[in-house]
């Protein structure tokens, strides 16, 4: 089973919807992070939850 760690973001009411998808573009691409979950609230302010695996590295035993 993989491990992931996860980072919320928050995104206040007043960035744009375009803001924000290059927002989280810019993590995915760069920082490897992927899209777990978004959250609208009825105020406009958003929630993402980003997701990137843990890569374990298995020692050699020489």
């Known amino acids: 089973m993989p491990e992931y760690e996860f980072r919320d973001v928050y ?4 960035v744009s919807r375009a803001a924000a998808a290059r927002l989280l573009t810019d993590q ?21 939850r980003l997701r990137r695996r843990i890569i374990r590295q298995v020692r050699a035993t020489w």
Do not use: K
């Open 11 to 14: 995104v206040p009411r007043g």
């Open 28 to 48: 995915a691409e760069y920082e490897h992070w992927e899209l777990h979950r978004l959250r609208l609230y009825p105020d406009g302010s958003r929630r993402a």
